[in-house]
């Protein structure tokens, strides 16, 4: 495949994820997601007001990321333009956030295994795992997007249209960047970071 056939990441595959948003539908709150419960022990760095239930939690002041955490409401992967993607949204109204891994043919993972994630620039990517924040309700307009520079992606099923996409991401940090119409990405200095410790995901392939 060519890169030009890459979409940008302002195009996150709408189509894709809108199976999720129609098939799970949109009645209000009745569709927050749940609670985090796993994070870290308090260790007297954050105050001691009751956190924020909501997802994503801000834990600047405990492990030095500007964000961590994402509770998928909604997931969807398919094959399309030489590329697998696996897209998940964390509310289906709006603003939405939404991780996205493309995994480039020839380039990136192809199928069960463990890969690690390096800090490749978008447009020479294989393994092209990225978060784009605040979102409208097309996913598009987004208020920052992030690309991960490190952790670990371990793909424990991956088959044909109707198997299941599932696995792990570990230890990833997504930072901050702007991407231009050449897919070159560029890391934001002093930008915010996106953490995901330990995030499970699970789709069916379309």
């Known amino acids: 495949m060519t890169q030009a056939l890459r979409p940008l990441l ?3 595959g709408a189509g894709l994820i809108a199976v999720g948003m129609s098939a799970c539908g949109d009645d209000g709150d ?6 985090d419960t796993t994070g870290a022990t308090d260790t007297g760095a954050l105050d001691d007001t009751a956190p924020d239930t909501t997802t994503p939690v801000d834990t600047t002041a405990a492990n030095g990321c500007t964000t961590t955490g994402f509770v998928p409401v909604a997931e969807d992967a398919a094959a399309a333009f030489g590329a697998f993607r696996y897209l998940a949204q964390d509310t289906l109204g709006a603003p939405v956030s939404v991780v996205t891994f493309e995994l480039v043919e020839g380039l990136g993972a192809d199928g069960p295994g463990t890969y690690d994630i390096v800090d490749d620039n978008f447009a020479d990517c294989g393994n092209c795992l990225t ?5 409208d309700e097309n996913l ?6 992030f690309l991960a520079q490190s952790g670990t992606l371990e793909i424990t099923s991956w088959g044909d249209s109707g198997s299941t996409f599932a696995g792990t991401l570990s230890n990833a940090v997504f930072y901050e960047a702007t991407f231009g119409d050449d897919l070159t990405s560029t890391i934001v200095d002093g930008g915010d970071t996106w953490c995901l410790d330990s ?8």
Do not use: L, W
Request: proline share 4%; net charge negative.
């Open 131 to 135: 978060i784009s924040q605040n979102c």
């Open 30 to 35: 009745s569709n927050e997601p749940a609670a």
């Open 199 to 206: 995030y499970s995901f699970s789709a069916v392939v379309q």
């Open 10 to 12: 302002v195009m996150i």
């Open 140 to 145: 598009s307009n987004c208020e920052k997007a």
